[in-house]
């Protein structure tokens, strides 16, 4: 079982940075792929990035590919989304999700194999 707890959201200027933190409980949070997702207002939820278990391998949606960076420390059982070159279309709700992974090289993007969501976190982008 695995408890997430998003911070760091906020309202930020466009072309400005924001770095979103993703608390993690349990024992065994090295074991667990984790992804972040964002759902905007009317529309669905969508991938944002993913990272394996070591921090290794990560995956990013085109959208946000060299904007955006996806970390771990799994001593510290959190994992982080540092956001640079924000546009509005970045608005949303952003949220952490987890998934015990079966092998070392393990992400996804497809959010129903996902089993452990946090409550998510606001991110405003102003123009």
């Known amino acids: 079982q695995v408890q997430l707890v998003e911070s760091g959201g906020g309202l930020v200027q466009a072309g400005g940075s924001l770095r979103l933190s993703c608390a993690a409980s349990?024992?065994?949070?090295?074991?667990?792929?984790m992804g972040w997702f964002r759902q905007a207002p009317g529309k669905e939820r969508e991938f944002v990035a993913a990272?394996?278990?070591?921090?290794?391998?990560?995956l990013y949606a085109d959208s946000v590919k060299g904007r955006f960076t996806i970390s771990r420390d799994n001593a510290k059982k959190t994992v982080s989304l540092q956001m640079s070159s924000l546009k509005p279309e970045d608005t949303a709700a952003y949220y952490c999700a987890a998934v015990q992974a079966d092998s070392y090289y393990y992400t996804t993007r497809r959010s129903n194999e996902y089993n452990y969501w946090g409550q998510g976190t606001q991110v405003t982008v102003s123009s």
């Open positions: 349990g024992r065994t949070f090295s074991s667990y792929t």
């Open positions: 990272i394996n278990l070591s921090g290794g391998i990560t």
